[in-house]
């Protein structure tokens, strides 16, 4: 995803994002088996960001996270928001690849489920205080990235749903708790690659202007641009 020559090692720990209503963990399964919490190796880039890196007989995993700043949709305050783009590249076949995020430690008082819109695949946690979203591609948006080879392979634009039969493929974005939304993707060949970006926002409660929804449904380049950006 990155050169790493220059960039700076940093402490090993699971890649976590701290929010007011609870702490975003992510999970990734190649195949049968799932990733430890504890990347390989880490790097800090200069504006903050990180690099995550797991190291598999099958695969390369990369996490590229941090905290970037883009304006509000509607002009509004600033939103806190953080984007994790994910990139696995394959060494050998792989069967499938599922990639997770999932708010933990949620207060009693809070509640949350799916959040979807047009392209779209989020889930939002509120309570009388603040809400959370966390969103990436939905299944519809995955399949055009697909039929752009661009992000993904290509073969997978004919794999995944795209319409009424979205929640019984075998591909495509699932929610299998109220605060968790998983992309289950199809195999990847040797040497492909596949990109995901999964964007987590938060703001304080108002039913008029769910800012926090509305940032996390971020174009994948313009996160990465804004990741890899010097400095101020």
């Known amino acids: 995803m990155l050169p790493t020559d220059q960039l700076a090692q940093a402490d090993r720990h699971p890649a976590v994002i701290d929010t007011?209503?609870?702490?975003?963990?992510f999970s990734v399964s190649l195949g049968s088996e799932a990733l430890a919490a504890e990347p390989n190796a880490v790097w800090r880039l200069a504006n903050g960001s990180r690099l995550y890196r797991w190291r598999h007989p099958t695969a390369t995993v990369d996490l590229l996270i941090g905290s970037i700043d883009v304006p509000a949709w509607d002009g509004g305050a600033p939103v806190p928001m953080w984007a994790g783009i994910w990139q696995v590249q394959a060494h050998d076949g792989l069967t499938g690849v599922v990639v997770s995020a999932q708010l933990t430690n949620v207060p009693a008082d809070a509640y949350s489920g799916p959040d979807s819109g047009e392209c779209l695949a989020a889930v939002t946690v509120e309570n009388q205080h603040f809400?959370?979203?966390?969103?990436?591609?939905?299944?519809?948006?995955?399949?055009?990235?697909?039929?752009d080879?661009?992000?993904?392979?290509?073969?997978w634009a004919h794999l995944l749903p795209t319409g009424e039969?979205?929640?019984?493929?075998?591909?495509?974005?699932r929610y299998p708790d109220p605060a968790r939304i998983a992309w289950h993707l199809p195999g990847l060949a040797t040497k492909e690659a596949a990109r995901l970006c999964i964007a987590t926002a938060w703001c304080p409660r108002d039913d008029d202007r769910p800012a926090a929804w509305y940032a996390v449904d971020i174009p994948l380049d313009t996160a990465y641009h804004h990741l890899i950006a010097d400095p101020a």
């Open 20 to 25: 007011p209503l609870g702490t975003v963990e």
């Open 131 to 147: 809400m959370v979203s966390i969103g990436g591609p939905d299944s519809e948006l995955l399949a055009m990235q697909a039929a």
């Open 149 to 155: 080879g661009r992000l993904m392979p290509a073969s």
């Open 165 to 173: 039969h979205e929640t019984t493929a075998e591909y495509g974005v």
